[in-house]
């Protein structure tokens, strides 16, 4: 495991428990988020989330699809989301530790990938997506929804390094959308759908659909 990658895994372990205490800012958003996702999913589908984090969108959407499998850097984060688990009947849904770059998880074997908030947390973009691509079936479907930092406050990018400097705040990459599209493009994907969800305020982090190639 990298420098980076092993800092922010304990960041990450360390604020699981207040992290899943957290409200969700704009649940209108999240609730078409959710909606969008469910209907490119079929009970055919085997699902893979990256970053699922405790697990609430997982537990949302697993229904939707065959087979979904959730996943984490954090063993603290999926302990949580196996705690919530265990209360709810969701029999095709599994949780695993694990990052799409050092990970074994095998080529092919999906039909949609899901990463939502977590492109602008991931060491290399380029080198996630690239592995993404290879764990997806051809054809297959990578959905995200990225925050990106060029569309916020300015005063939020300044801060940060702030706060990751006293252990506040992950590392953390800035850019546009159409950065994540190029970024996308350069990794064989071709894009299908582009869409903004979000009803609470200026929405920065844009829903997209890319099938690979």
């Known amino acids: 495991m990298d420098a980076r990658l092993e800092k922010d895994t304990r960041f990450w ?4 428990r207040k992290y899943a205490a957290d409200p969700i800012a704009d649940v209108a958003g999240y609730e078409n988020t959710l909606k969008a996702v469910s209907q490119r999913l079929n009970l055919n589908d085997s699902v893979i989330e990256i970053g699922c984090g405790t697990g609430s969108t997982a537990l949302r959407l697993a229904n939707a699809a065959g087979k979904y499998l959730a996943t984490d850097l954090s063993t603290e984060m999926i302990a949580i989301a196996q705690e919530k688990a265990a209360a709810e009947d969701v029999p095709n849904l599994t949780f695993a530790v694990g990052e799409p770059v050092s990970a074994d998880w095998p080529d092919a074997a999906y039909d949609c990938a899901l990463a939502f908030n977590v492109l602008h947390l991931v060491s290399s ?4 997506l690239a592995a993404i691509h290879r ?4 054809g297959g479907l990578f959905i995200s929804k990225t925050p990106c930092l060029k569309r916020m406050n300015p005063m939020i990018r ?3 390094p702030i706060m990751k400097l006293f252990g506040k705040a992950p590392s953390v990459s800035v850019f546009a959308p159409e950065d994540i599209e190029a970024f996308l493009l350069k990794a064989n994907f071709e894009i299908v759908e582009r869409a903004w969800h979000g ?3 200026k929405d920065t982090r844009p829903y997209v659909v890319a099938r690979k190639i």
Do not use: D, F, H, Y
Request: cysteine-free.
């Open 199 to 201: 009803e609470k305020g």
């Open 158 to 160: 300044l801060l940060i």
């Open 135 to 138: 764990m997806l079936k051809p």
């Open 13 to 16: 372990n360390r604020v699981a």
């Open 125 to 128: 973009p380029s080198q996630t």
